[in-house]
């Protein structure tokens, strides 16, 4: 269990600095415009690329708050669909992992 305790652990610091990422680039996206155009021009790209990161954090967030109510639950490291245990070492290269290998691929 104290295995679980450590992915749970670093679950949660991971969620945390990714809820700070997100309500930095709100915080950024949200930012006035300045009066010159081509500043307005490159604003408006960073904006863009932010969105990408944004969604990408998002997305990991999902994962992440569904990996946490599986170690609740007790269904963590368990394949979502065949049932066998997911492997170690995949679930410490990826702890988001709801698939073994066999079903993943």
């Known amino acids: 269990m104290t295995q679980h305790t450590a992915i749970l652990a670093a679950l949660t610091e991971r969620l945390q600095t990714l809820e ?11 930012q006035l415009l300045p009066a010159d155009f081509e500043e307005q021009a490159a604003d408006l790209e960073n904006q863009d690329n932010l969105e990408g990161i944004e969604k990408a954090a998002l ?47």
Do not use: F, V, W
Request: hydrophobic share 30%; glycine share 6%.
């Open 20 to 30: 700070a990422r997100i309500a930095h680039i709100d915080a950024d996206k949200h």
């Open 59 to 105: 997305k990991e967030i999902t994962q992440i708050k569904h990996a946490i109510d599986r170690l609740k639950n007790g269904q963590y490291g368990l394949c979502s669909q065949c049932g066998e245990p997911i492997p170690t070492a995949r679930l410490q290269a990826q702890p988001t992992a709801t698939r073994c290998m066999s079903c993943a691929t």
